[in-house]
């Protein structure tokens, strides 16, 4: 049985499901059998390996699409939009502070899904009540993150290239300030944070070798004595595994961590 990671209605998440018997291609639009119900997705990849059940959907493949499945799937999204803008005036009418980030049919039309955001917990019965009598639909309304709204916005990091999140990342990984502290970066939230306000996503990706370069490299500040020099540590080089001191005689001397050499 076939590993295939879909994209479900133009998403920048990976899921992955079974596939039985379709003859399926990379870019090929299909419809999937998800929990909540049946979804238009695009093939992104196949997986040649086990990457364990938890991983994989509960439902699976159903079909590859049709010409009326396409026009149906052009009609949800035209739709969708159309039930932002009512969401908006009902949030108006009510006077509630969150706000809509989009809206998205599943395939049938069963349920229609909003994605909100808010600083405070929000008493949306009343509004999701109106929203479900106007669209006679079960309504379901999401609260998400400001990561996860760079994520589906998108935008330009301050890098110069396209937010890493939007481009090809699927989930979120935890970033800590340890680990702006670990590469010796400047701890200005406007040189360590991305657009959402939160941690850089790419804090993360060095973060391992940053951590098994500072091996034996003492920190800034901390006082040293070995067979070769004794002082205080003024600056580090973390990536060439050196650091300079000064000593008790007021010179500085760097040492090589690697040979246990100094210049």
């Known amino acids: 049985m076939q590993i295939v ?10 899921k992955y499901f079974y596939n039985e018997n379709l003859d399926l291609k990379k ?3 299909v419809i999937v059998d998800t929990d909540k119900g049946l979804q238009f997705a695009k093939v992104y990849n196949f997986v040649n390996k086990d990457i364990g059940k938890d991983k994989v959907e509960n439902g699976k493949i159903v ?3 049709t010409k009326k499945d396409y026009i149906q799937y052009l009609t949800n999204l035209k739709d969708a939009k ?6 908006r005036e009902l949030i108006n009418k009510y006077e509630l502070n969150m706000h809509i980030i989009d809206a998205e049919y599943t395939f049938t039309r069963n349920q229609l899904i909003y994605r909100f955001i808010a600083d405070d917990r929000v008493d949306f019965r009343q509004l999701a009540k109106d929203l479900g009598a106007f669209y006679k639909t079960r309504i379901e309304l999401r609260q998400i993150g400001v990561r996860d709204k760079a994520k589906e916005i998108g935008g330009v990091g301050p890098c110069g290239r396209r937010l890493c999140c939007n481009l090809f990342l699927n989930e979120f990984d935890s970033v800590s300030i340890n680990m702006a502290k670990n590469q010796s970066l400047s701890l200005n939230p ?4 991305g657009v959402c306000g939160r941690l850089l996503c790419c804090l993360k990706y060095e973060n391992d070798n940053y951590s098994k370069s500072r091996e034996n490299i003492p920190n800034i500040g901390a006082d ?9 540590v003024l600056s580090v080089d973390i990536l060439n595994h050196k650091y300079k001191v000064l000593t008790d005689k007021n010179t500085v001397v760097e040492v090589v961590v690697d040979s246990g050499s100094k210049k």
């Open 63 to 65: 079909r590859i699409t």
């Open 190 to 193: 406007s040189k360590i944070n």
């Open 82 to 87: 159309a039930a932002v803008k009512k969401c």
């Open 27 to 29: 870019d090929l639009t």
């Open 5 to 14: 990671g879909v994209k479900i209605n133009n998403s920048n998440q990976i």
């Open 224 to 232: 040293i004595k070995t067979d070769k020099v004794k002082g205080r």
